[in-house]
């Protein structure tokens, strides 16, 4: 099993569409989640993060977290053509002392005009 | 006023051959990582040195060796390079460790023939 999975896509939303990537995470221990973008051929760079279960909410961007389920997901209403992307998730154990991000292999999502 | 920057942005070169990959960043931070993105996109930690220590050292072959002159600085250095090694190796900096914002460098994508 992998360790955080999401589902590789292409996720296909209309322009003005609400998009919702989803992922979920094996351990239980995980304690801050980040949502990273990145576009074909540049770097990732950083969206969101969330560390409480519930909602955060930035602009047309809104993450979930719901650790019980080991679930995150993140929600970009009002979807541009610009949103279209690679998503990664990404979640962090403070606790094991290794300190790194462990990365989902991303969901591309394409936004149609 | 580039902020993580990495040189070269492209490396193309034979099985056998010794190559490095340089990387620099000028917002003060005091860590630095190393990570490599498949051709499934998938992007997992190779490194992390935070204060020129190297704090996360992943399963990487021993051929892979970083080298940290300082804070600002964290190199690459791969002997015999194996076709499995082509890549895009980003490098990464952040203000202590663990979750806190992590920065990317635009990307080196290494081909070996």
């Known amino acids: 099993q992998k360790e955080v999975e999401q589902n590789s896509g292409p996720l296909s939303v209309p322009e003005g569409a609400i998009a919702s990537l989803n992922c979920t995470y094996s351990d239980r221990g995980s304690q801050s989640f980040f949502w990273y973008r990145q576009y074909s051929g540049k770097s990732p760079e950083l969206i969101m993060f969330i560390y409480s279960n519930g909602d955060k909410e930035d602009g047309r961007f809104t993450a979930q977290l719901n650790k019980a389920s080991q679930y995150v997901s993140l929600l970009i209403r009002d979807s541009q053509p610009s949103d279209s992307a690679t998503y990664l998730c990404a979640v962090l154990n403070m606790d094991t002392g290794r300190r790194a991000l462990t990365f989902g292999s991303g969901t591309r999502l394409q936004v149609q005009p | 006023d580039t902020a993580v920057s990495q040189t070269p942005k492209y490396l193309v070169t034979q099985m056998g051959n010794d190559k490095s990959i340089k990387c620099e960043q000028n917002?003060?931070?005091?860590?630095m990582y190393w990570y490599k993105q498949d051709s499934k996109k998938f992007l997992k930690i190779m490194f992390s040195?935070?204060?020129?220590?190297?704090?996360i050292n992943e399963t990487v072959p021993n051929r892979f060796s970083p080298k940290s002159p300082d804070k600002a600085h964290l190199n690459l250095h791969i002997n015999s390079l194996e076709l499995g090694d082509s890549a895009v190796y980003f490098c990464?900096?952040?203000?202590?460790?663990?979750?806190?914002?992590?920065?990317f460098g635009p990307g080196t994508r290494l081909t070996v023939l």
């Open positions: 040195y935070n204060n020129k220590e190297l704090i």
């Open positions: 917002l003060g931070h005091d860590t």
């Open positions: 990464a900096s952040s203000l202590g460790g663990g979750g806190n914002t992590q920065n």
